[in-house]
C-alpha cells in the first residue's frame, strides 16, 4: 500500500518541517488538499504555499482539488510540476479534455468521486487515467469519520479497473488509519491518503509504516 499523508493536518506554522518528517519518515506521496471555498465549505491553500511545499519535499505532490473552475486550477498548479493533478467528476462538463490538458503538462491525470458517485460514472475515461480516488468522506475537512460503502466500491472499481486499464491506481481518502487499512487493502486499493491520523501520532514515520500493509 502506498502512503500519501495529508498536509491538512500538519502545522502550517512549521509547514516545511511537517513535510520534510514525513517524506524523511517513509511517505510515498505528499497529497496536498486545495479548496476553494464553492465547491466544498472550506478554504485552504494556492500556488505560493504549494510550492513552498514543492521546495521541501523529497517526495512527489498529489494535488487534490475540490474547486469550481478546474481548468483555472490546473493552469495555476501546473507549473510546479505535480505527479498527479485530481478533479472531482461532478464538478466537471468536459473530463476528457481536462484530462488531456493535465496530460499535456506531463502530469497525471486523476479523477475524484464523492461518496455517492458510483465507479460506471467513469467507465469510459478510466483507459485515460493513471489513477482514480475515491472519497470515504465527504470532501472539505480532515478528521471526519470513514464512509465504508466505499468498500464495496472499491472492489467494483477494481474489477473495472483490471479489465480496461491494469496501470490506473485506486486511492482512498478520509478517515483512513490502521483499523481500515487491510480491508482497503484486501479490497483492491493501491494508495491511501491519510491526515489526521499521520499528523496526530507522535510518531509520524511509525504511522506512515502502520500503514503500508
Ligand atoms: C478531505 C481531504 C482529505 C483530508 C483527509 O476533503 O480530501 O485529504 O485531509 O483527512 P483525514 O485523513 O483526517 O480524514
Ligand atoms: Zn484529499
Redesign the pocket.
Known amino acids: 500500500m502506498q502512503v500519501a499523508p495529508?498536509i491538512?493536518?500538519a502545522d502550517f506554522g512549521n509547514l516545511a518541517r511537517d513535510v520534510q518528517e514525513i517524506c524523511e519518515g517513509g511517505c510515498d506521496l505528499v497529497?496536498v488538499?486545495v479548496m476553494d471555498g464553492h465547491f466544498?465549505p472550506n478554504l485552504t491553500i494556492g500556488p505560493v504555499v504549494v510550492e513552498a511545499v514543492a521546495k521541501a519535499a523529497t517526495k512527489p505532490l498529489d494535488v487534490?482539488l475540490?474547486v469550481e473552475n478546474n481548468t483555472f486550477f490546473v493552469e495555476l498548479f501546473a507549473p510546479l510540476k505535480p505527479e498527479y493533478i485530481s478533479f472531482h467528476i461532478e464538478e466537471e462538463k468536459h473530463p476528457h479534455r481536462l484530462i488531456q490538458k493535465i496530460r499535456s503538462y506531463g502530469i497525471k491525470p486523476a479523477i475524484v468521486l464523492n461518496p455517492h458517485t458510483p465507479p460506471e460514472s467513469i467507465e469510459f475515461l478510466l483507459q485515460d487515467l493513471d489513477m482514480v480516488l475515491l472519497?470515504s468522506?465527504n470532501?472539505?475537512?480532515?478528521?471526519?469519520s470513514f464512509i465504508d460503502t466505499v468498500i464495496p466500491k472499491a472492489a467494483r472499481l477494481k474489477e473495472m479497473r483490471d479489465r480496461i486499464n491494469p496501470n490506473c491506481l485506486i486511492e482512498v481518502?478520509?478517515?483512513?488509519s490502521d483499523k481500515n487499512v487491510q480491508t482497503l487493502k484486501d479490497a483492491g486499493v493501491d494508495v491511501v491518503?491519510?491526515?489526521?491520523?499521520v499528523f496526530k501520532h507522535e510518531n509520524r514515520a511509525e504511522a506512515i509504516k502502520s500503514l503500508q500493509v
Request: no cysteine; glycine share 24%.
Open positions: 495529508s491538512l493536518s497529497h488538499d466544498v487534490h475540490m472519497m468522506v470532501p472539505g475537512f480532515g478528521g471526519q481518502d478520509g478517515g483512513v491518503v491519510a491526515g489526521s491520523y
